[in-house]
T-cell receptor, first 113, second 113 residues
C-alpha cells in the first residue's frame, strides 16, 4: 500500500522569499503524484500532477515540483511567494491507475509581509 | 467553482442519529470519491465509485456506506453517529481516475453533538 509523508506541518516564510514544501512517498508500484492547495473554507484545488515523462512538473500560480524516484520524493517549490499563497498544501499519491488516492497530512504555508 | 456540488453545506445532528450527504459530480465525470477531513486524522480516503460500481475502499467505518446512482450522483450515509465523526466530508469527481484530474466540492461540515 502507498503512503505519503509531508515533512513539515507548518512553513512560515516572508513574502517574495522562495519556499519548498517537502513530500516523500512509499509505494511498491508505479505512482501518480499530486499537489493540491486548500484555501480557508474551500475545497481542494489541483496545483500540479506527475503522471509520467519529465520529472519537473510546472503547475498553476508559479509552483513547480520535481519527481525524484530514487529519493521517493516530490517536493513543491516556488521561487517567490505572495501573501495570497497562504494556504494548506497537500501532497497525494495514487498507484498507477489512479485509484485510492492517499493524501499527506498537509503543510500549512504562512506567508508574512 | 469546481462544478462539484455537495449538500448540505453544514449539518448539526445528535449522537446516534443517521445522516445522508449528497454529491453531484461535474458533468461528464464518472468517478466519485469521498474523503473525511478532521484535525487529528487529516484527509482520509473513504471510498471511490466509478459509473455506479465501487472501485476502491479506504478507511471507511462499517457504520458508513455510500452508493452512486444511475444519474452518477453519490450519497454517503453515516449512521449511529459519534462525536468523533464530526469532520468536513469532501466529495471529488473525475472523468475516470485521479490521473485525469479530480475536482473537489466545497465539503459538508458535519457536527455531532
Amino acid at each position: 500500500a502507498q503512503s505519503v509523508t509531508q515533512l513539515d506541518s507548518q512553513v512560515p516564510v516572508f513574502e517574495e522569499a522562495p519556499v519548498e514544501l517537502r513530500c516523500n512517498y512509499s509505494s511498491s508500484v508505479s505512482v501518480y503524484l499530486f499537489w493540491y492547495v486548500q484555501y480557508p473554507n474551500q475545497g481542494l484545488q489541483l496545483l500540479l500532477k506527475y503522471l509520467s515523462g519529465s520529472t519537473l512538473v510546472k503547475g498553476i500560480n508559479g509552483f513547480e515540483a520535481e519527481f525524484n524516484k530514487s529519493q521517493t520524493s516530490f517536493h513543491l517549490r516556488k521561487p517567490s511567494v505572495h501573501i495570497s499563497d497562504t494556504a494548506e498544501y497537500f501532497c497525494a499519491v495514487s498507484e498507477t491507475g489512479g485509484f485510492k488516492t492517499i493524501f499527506g497530512a498537509g503543510t500549512r504555508l504562512f506567508v508574512k509581509a | 467553482d469546481s462544478g462539484v456540488t455537495q449538500t448540505p453545506k453544514h449539518l448539526i445532528t445528535a449522537t446516534g442519529q443517521r445522516v445522508t450527504l449528497r454529491c453531484s459530480p461535474r458533468s461528464g465525470d464518472l468517478s466519485v470519491y469521498w474523503y473525511q477531513q478532521s484535525l487529528d486524522q487529516g484527509l482520509q480516503f473513504l471510498i471511490q465509485y466509478y459509473n455506479g460500481e465501487e472501485r476502491a475502499k479506504g478507511n471507511i467505518l462499517e457504520r458508513f456506506s455510500a452508493q452512486q446512482f444511475p444519474d452518477l450522483h453519490s450519497e454517503l450515509n453515516l449512521s449511529s453517529l459519534e462525536l468523533g465523526d464530526s469532520a468536513l466530508y469532501f466529495c471529488a469527481s473525475s472523468v475516470e481516475n485521479f490521473g485525469t484530474e479530480a475536482f473537489f466540492g466545497q465539503g459538508t461540515r458535519l457536527t455531532v453533538v
